[in-house]
Each structure stands twice: as C-alpha cells, then as structure tokens.
C-alpha cells in the first residue's frame, strides 16, 4: 500500500461518509465503493488514509494498481501468500488470483478484508476480478462510468479553507493565510497542484509573489491547456514552474525526464538507463545515460522537486501519469515519435535472456508494465518485436494464459496491417496463440491455427527454418492434447528426423525427443520411449545453462512414469522420488510441475505396494492442486482419479467410487466425448462398480469402453488391453467362464505379441487366464501357466507384494486407468 500523507487534512467529512456507506450493519456481501472524480483531486489519499485510519477494522488491507487491466491479475495473485495460499512464483498468476478471489469471497481465514484498486479507469476490465463477499472494497476512477456498475463517491477539490489548512501544515507556518489563500486560487484549490506547489516552495525557497507570478505567466502559452480540457489550468501551471527551473539548472535532468514521460505510468526500472548506451539512441540522451555520474545527477535534481518518486528499495522511479501526459503535450509531434522509438530500444534493451527461470520473473513484470502504454506493439524494429514476444512467453510461463492472449491478438492484427500476414513476427505470435489455447483447453482453435501457421510458415520460411521445427512440435503437441496419438507421433517422429538430417544436437532437437517420448509412451511404444526421454534427461542433466529447471523435471517425471508403464514398479518409485525431491528443492512443492511429480510418485508407491503411503501423498497432492486449479482443471482431475485408484486399492470402495464419479463428470467438457481419457477413465468406474455389487452394469461400462478404444486406438493399446482384461473379469464374475477364458487366450496372445512377455499386463492376464481355465475344465493348462505366471511375479513384483498374495490366495487381478499429463 502507498505511504501515508502526513499531510493529509480535509477529508475528514468525506472519510466519515465512506465509512458509514462501506459499512452496512445488515449487510452479508458488502457494497463496492467508488471514489470517482477529476485526476489529481486526491482520491488515492483519501483511499489511503481511509485504509490507515481504520486499518485496526481489517485482519488483511491490499492494494492494487488498477491502471492497467494486464497488471490486475498480478497485484490479486500477489495476495496469495497473505491469505495462505501457494503463491503466483509457484501456481501461475491466473491460478493464484482466481485462488484468492474464492478465499476473498468465502471468508476464510478473512471475513475482514479491504481491498483497494487504485486508477481502476475502465470498469468492463476490471469487474470480474473484483471480490463479491464479507469484506470491503473501495475503487478509485477518474471514469464517471462506474456509477454504473457501483456506489459512487464523488470526490471534488478542496474547498477553500481545505486548500489553506494544507498548505499552512505542509510548510510549517511559513506561509501566511494571504499569501495560503493567493496560491490556493491561483491553482484552483486542486490536491495535487497544491501537493506540488508546496514542495516546490519548501525545497527552492521561492517566495510566494514569485511563485504566483510565474504561475500566472505561463496559464496561458506554455502547454496550450485547452487541447487537455480534463486537466486544471493551475495545475499544469505549477508543473511548467518545477520543469522550467529544471531546464536552466539541469538541462540533464529534462532530458531524462522527457524520455520517462513516455513510458507507462508504472514504476521504471533504474536499469534500463543504465542500459541506454548499448543502444540507438539521440545524442543528448546517449551522452546523459552514458555517464553515470550525470544520470544521478539529472534523477536526483527530479526527486528533489517531486518530478519522480524514486525508490531505493526496488531500484525504481516513477513519474506520475498527469506530468507524463503534460510533457507528452508539450513535446512536437515528431519528436514525440523519437522519444517514443528510444523507449522501445531502452526496454529491449533491458529483457533477461530467459524466460523460463523464476528468479528473473520480477524483471519480466516490471517491463510487461511498459508494453502497452509505450506503444511497443506498433513497433516494427526486430530486437522491439523479440521484447514483446518474450513478453508473451513470459505470460505464457507464468500462467496468465488470458492476459498473453490479449496481447497475442494485437500483435497479429497491428503487425499483419503494418507489414504482411506472413511475415515471420506474426507467425511466430500465431504459434505463441497456439500454445494459449492449448493451455486454455481450446483444442480445437489450437488446431485450426496451429495447422494454419504450420502451411505458412512452411512456405514462407521453408520446412527446416527454425521457427517452422518449432510449429511442427506446437502442432504435435495439439494433435496429442487432442487424443489424436498415432498422428502427434508421426508429427515428432519426422520432426526429429529432420534435425538429425541437419546435424542439429541442441536444446531444440532435445525438446522435441522429450515430446516423442511423451507420444510414444501414449502409444504403449514404452521401452522406444524410454529411449528417448533417457536421451533427453542425460542432455539435459549435463546442461549447466539454457534448460531451464521446469523443462528438466518434466522430463525426469515423463521418464519415470514411462518406466513404470513398462512395469518395472519399484525403479519408477526411485526415479519418481529423486525427481520430486529436485522439483522440491529447486522451484517449490507447490510449483504445478512438482504436484505433477508428486502426483506420478504416489501412483509408483501404489504399483510398488506401498498401499498407504500411496494414498496418503495421493491425497496431499490432489487437495494441493485443488487449491491451485478448482476441481475443473485436467491435472486435478487426473490427481482425482489417483485418489480414488488409491482409496479402493486400500479397500475404501465407497469414496472412491464418489472421487471417481466426480471426477469423470467433468471429462466431457475439459476434453470432449470421443477423447481416449474419456473412455479409459470408464475403466475405474466400472472396476469400483462390480467391486461395489452390481457386475451386470460394470459388464455395460466396459463393453462400450472397449468399443470405444478400440475404435480410436486400436485393439493392442494399453488403455484397450486394460479395458478387456477388466471385462473378461466383468465375465467371470456372471459366471461366464467360457466367455472369460475365450476374451483372456484374446488378450493374452496380443499382449505376448505387442508387450513384453514379462510386462505387467501379461502377468495380470495370464494370472486371471489360468483361473478361467481352471473353472472350464483344463486343470492341468491351468496348473501349469499358474507356475509360471506366480515365477514371473516373484521375479516383477516379489514375493510380498499385495498382488503376489492375490494371486496365491485365489483372487483375481485387476487394471485401472491413471491420467498422464499430455
């Protein structure tokens, strides 16, 4: 929260009228409140003194800078912490905010809450984060349009005795009430204006009849006011005063100032000045940015006079938005163009090398700030357009999925007008909207412009430039998102082709091994996907620079669970253990990737027989992702279906099947009706429904599921082959052993021909074969595949684990279904 004035005075009508309007003693969902009024009559300060002088009323105070919507996510998912949740560093920003808008609107831990968005100028952006519960909110707007939508204070300048009380306390007495009255009229009683005025007077020692006559001097030629209706004569007055000192003293400090008024209204990193000599820049600023003794000389001379808010702790200074938009007026037009072009550069010039390292996440967010009111969109230099796909990327790894694609559409729309809708930029831009949808879970926008962009940029570009190899593994990763398997692997089998055919051994070939290991794992093809993903985690292990950390510990967790799938349990529970304590250790518990780690490890717990501490991290790991996704999200939802997987593996049937249900409900519409996950997760509710009495329905389930598969991907995937194993089950159960035998000797030769002999869907099948044939008849068959099916057991499972004593104490075996992330 901004610091308090301790100068403030003159409110204290209006501080007692919003706190009797905020405060509804009926109320169970309080009102939101907007301070509207002219820029500059105070109603920041009101806001802040009201949140210091009631402060003691609110377990949690926030304040968020409301200005720009893109920054408004940010500044709620900030509040994360505070309210005990995972933090934005950890979940993503659209994560973490929508997290906190829930606590906020629950209550819990807060029923007393304030929450103060600052400059909210556009109420249609900002509405939807705005929390609706117990606690309060007070909006301060220039835009009479939230009267509208809300309450509405208006707040107006100070009346006459307010502007002299001020300007008497400010200045300590040396000022008499004539000479208060004098400068008070000759600003129009405005907060700011006076603000300024008695800082300009107490640091230069002006006298008063000075200050007045060139105040009056200048209303009327400096900055041509009538072009800028919204601000006060006076106050533009005052500002010329403080500048026009600036210019015979310091002429350096004008210079800079000027180059600050077209930045966004945002805090300035103090670096990117210090960047400015390794850029284009005009002469006069070079020469001032180039020589650091120069440059703090011009910043020190502009905080002095309260031009810029300089702040140590965060390396940072600030010009406020009115002074900004007074120099913007009064500079020429094509000099405005320049100004504008050298800010552009000196942000360039100032972006960290890697978007995926968190450390470098706060540089990002105080450049993303500058993107928009700089006008970099319209931009056409090359480093101009790397900063704000970078930018986006930025977004993109953060989680702000919504905030990316706003910008993503405006930069296809203005940099398509402004050169060619083929034109690399835009291309690249239209594989950035690629990835958001995909995130978003809008697979099929996400295919049509990824197949799009993958034409153009073929004939454009040509099929080995770089950013085409890219958007073949964009499009491959839609294809595999979309359940389309087969296909997403012929993409990246051919991708990888290529990169070896141009003798490219670097991150972009090894990024795209790790995307067909993930294809062929989901095509049972585990030990060619082993292969691959082993490549990929040795390339990377060994990188000291350029992987970045969250790109290394998926592929450590996508080779662990396909070393599991390939039915070597008790190393997957190794590998799974190691990767989580990296995941752990190097980018948070709460991180999405870890959870997604975590998640994998208790599922290799449950394989290896570790049956409660499998259901135990199971349960911590899907009340964590909850917290960071809701319910409706794939990866909650496959951490669901673990859960349940792991409470009916602990005999716990009855709140499986509820987990379970729960879950499928929500598969339809996250991935569609026709998606393999859709009818595999069939095979769980079928297994807990026999398991729960009723095998005559479970039989249904299964038939249609096996159907289903079978159809999308073939009779010999794993998805399938578990699926009828659990229907020949279904069988026997109905005392249908001829029919179970006659679908077991079926599964049992293709899983012989398609799966290792040893795998553990052959031991599973051949374990419930032998039963069948025992119950039709063939004893001696059934004596002998019995052996060595218990042999192989003892050799996968050994001797003790809980499916090893099944099959020696009679029961059958069954297979169930948990999620992969695609």
């Not at 200005?67 to 560093?89: E, I």
């Not at 928009?372 to 990327?393: N, T, W, Y």
């Not at 389930?701 to 009828?724: F, K, M, P, Q, W």
């Not at 052993?737 to 795998?759: K, S």
């Amino acid at each position: 929260m901004p610091k308090r004035n301790p100068n403030f005075t003159g409110r204290a009508q209006l501080l007692v009228s919003l706190r009797r309007s905020i405060s509804p003693v009926t109320a169970v969902v309080a009102q939101p409140w907007a301070l509207q009024g002219l820029g500059g009559v105070g109603k920041t300060q009101l806001a802040v003194e009201y949140a210091w002088q009631y402060r003691t009323h609110y377990d949690l105070v926030w304040w968020v800078s409301a200005d720009q919507p893109m920054l408004v996510p940010s500044s709620l998912a900030a509040m994360a912490t505070a309210l005990g949740l995972p933090p934005a560093t950890v979940t993503g920003v659209e994560q973490a905010t929508q997290s906190v808008l829930r606590a906020l609107q629950s209550g819990v831990p807060y029923r007393s809450w304030l929450v103060i968005f600052d400059n909210a100028e556009d109420p249609e952006f900002i509405k939807d984060f705005i929390p609706r519960g117990p606690g309060h909110v007070i909006i301060t707007s220039r835009n009479s349009r939230w009267s509208d939508h809300e309450a509405t204070i208006q707040v107006d300048v100070f009346t006459r005795e307010e502007s002299m009380a001020f300007l008497r306390k400010r200045l300590a007495g040396a000022i008499t009430e004539a000479e208060a009255n004098e400068v008070a009229e000759v600003l129009g009683d405005l907060p700011l204006a006076l603000e300024q005025a008695a800082a300009l007077l107490a640091r230069t020692l002006m006298p008063v009849e000075e200050y007045v006559g060139l105040v009056k001097q200048r209303t009327g030629d400096v900055l041509n006011l009538e072009k800028s209706p919204t601000y006060p004569q006076s106050m533009t007055a005052a500002w010329q005063v403080s500048v026009s000192q600036l210019e015979d003293r310091v002429p350096d400090a004008v210079e800079v100032l000027r180059c600050c008024a077209f930045f966004g209204p945002e805090p300035i990193p103090r670096d990117v000045f210090r960047r400015g000599n390794q850029v284009a820049l005009r002469k006069n600023l070079k020469e001032v940015l180039s020589d650091p003794i120069r440059l703090t000389n011009a910043l020190s001379s502009l905080e002095r006079l309260a031009l810029v808010k300089v702040e140590p702790s965060t390396r940072t200074l600030q010009v406020h938005r009115l002074n900004q938009a007074l120099l913007r007026d009064e500079t020429p037009e094509g000099e405005r163009e320049e100004l504008r072009h050298e800010v552009h550069l000196l942000l360039a010039s100032s972006m960290p090398v890697d978007t995926d390292d968190p450390s470098k996440w706060p540089q990002f967010e105080e450049l993303a700030a500058h993107l928009e009111p700089s006008g970099v969109i319209a931009c056409d230099h090359p480093d101009v357009r790397k900063f704000a796909l970078d930018l986006v990327r930025y977004l993109y790894v953060r989680g702000s999925y919504k905030q990316a694609e706003a910008l993503l559409d405006q930069y296809i729309k203005t940099w398509a007008a402004r050169s060619d809708a083929r034109h690399k930029d835009v291309l690249v831009a239209r594989i950035h909207l690629g990835n958001i949808y995909r995130s978003l879970a809008r697979y099929a926008e996400a295919y049509t412009i990824d197949s799009e962009t993958l034409d153009m940029m073929r004939e454009a570009l040509g099929p080995e430039d770089a950013d085409t190899l890219w958007a073949r593994s964009s499009y491959g990763s839609t294809l595999r998102a979309r359940g389309d398997f087969l296909r997403a692997r012929e993409i990246d089998e051919e991708t990888v082709q290529i990169y070896g055919e141009l003798r490219e051994t670097g991150d972009d070939r090894v990024r795209a091994l790790n995307n067909l290991g993930v294809d062929l794992a989901l095509t049972s093809e585990y030990e060619k996907a082993k292969e691959r993903l082993r490549e990929s985690y040795n390339y990377m292990s060994s990188k000291k620079e350029g992987i970045g950390r969250r790109a290394f510990l998926t592929t450590w967790t996508n080779l662990g669970r396909t070393v599991r799938l390939s039915g070597q349990f008790q190393v997957a529970t190794d590998i799974a253990e190691e990767a989580l304590g990296y995941g752990t250790a190097q980018i948070g518990d709460d991180h999405p990737t870890t959870l997604l780690a975590a998640k994998d490890f208790a599922i290799s717990l449950r394989r290896s027989g570790r049956l409660i501490e499998a259901l135990e991290r199971m349960k911590d790991t899907h009340t964590r992702l909850v917290r960071v996704y809701g319910d409706v999200h794939a990866d909650t939802m496959a951490a669901a279906i673990g859960l349940s997987n792991a409470l009916r593996a602990n005999g716990e049937f009855e709140e499986a099947m509820v987990i379970a249900k729960r879950a499928l409900d929500h598969y339809p519409s996250v991935f569609g009706e026709d998606h393999p996950f859709t009818y595999a997760a069939n095979i769980n509710l079928a297994l807990l429904t026999r398991l729960t009495g009723d095998a005559v329905k479970a039989r249904k389930i299964n038939e249609r599921a096996l159907t289903s598969l079978t159809e999308r991907l073939g009779r010999d995937h794993d998805y399938t082959v578990s699926c009828a194993i659990n229907l020949q089950n279904d069988l026997a159960a109905l005392g249908l052993h001829g029919e179970a035998r006659r679908l077991g000797e079926e599964n049992y030769r293709r899983i012989q021909t398609f799966f290792n002999p040893d795998h553990y869907l052959s031991i599973v099948c051949a374990a419930n074969l032998s039963m069948d044939l025992r119950a039709t008849g063939a004893v001696k068959e059934a004596d002998q595949l019995l052996q060595e099916t218990t042999q192989k057991m003892d050799a996968v499972l050994g001797r003790e684990h809980p499916e090893s004593l099944s099959v020696l104490a009679g029961e059958r075996l069954d297979c169930d279904f948990d999620p992969p992330p695609i």
